[in-house]
Nanobody, 127 residues
Framework: QLQLVESGGGLVQPGGSLRLSCAASGFTLVYYAIGWFRQAPGKEREGVSCISSGGSTSYADSVKGRFTISRDNSKNTVYLQMNRLKPEDTAVYYC?????????????????????WGQGTQVTVSS
């Protein structure tokens, strides 16, 4: 069974940092692109960042320069390093996968059909 599990969320003050992890089980991430999404209460889900199997990345404008996505295929895990967090970053963060070594994290990557969604991890930025 293909499964993704997010972890690393929590409560942090504005300006603080968190590192989210997205660990895969039941399959290897090598040939998958991984997307991070988030959904705040009362808002639509939005794409935050994407990393392809080849390592190309994409970021939402709202997080560029603050968030960094990376992958460690040896650990079957993708990370989202979040720095200089703002209250508006508060949301449940999800990771999901899309198969294909040719998938490129272009500007509209979040419109593609991702699967194997994790259960999400809550990030709360508040003083």
């Amino acid at each position: 069974q293909l499964q993704l599990v997010e972890s690393g969320g929590g409560l942090v003050q504005p300006g603080g940092s968190l590192r989210l992890s997205c660990a895969a089980s039941g399959f290897t991430l090598v040939y998958y692109a991984i997307g991070w999404f988030r959904q705040a209460p009362g808002k639509e889900r939005e794409g935050v960042s994407c990393i392809s199997s080849g390592g190309s990345t994409s970021y939402a404008d709202s997080v560029k320069g603050r968030f960094t996505i990376s992958r460690d295929n040896s650990k079957n895990t993708v990370y989202l390093q979040m720095n200089r967090l703002k209250p508006e970053d508060t949301a449940v963060y999800y990771c999901a996968a899309i198969w294909g070594s040719r998938f490129v994290c272009g500007s509209n990557w979040y419109l593609s059909v991702f699967g194997s969604w994790g259960q999400g991890t809550q990030v709360t930025v508040s003083s």
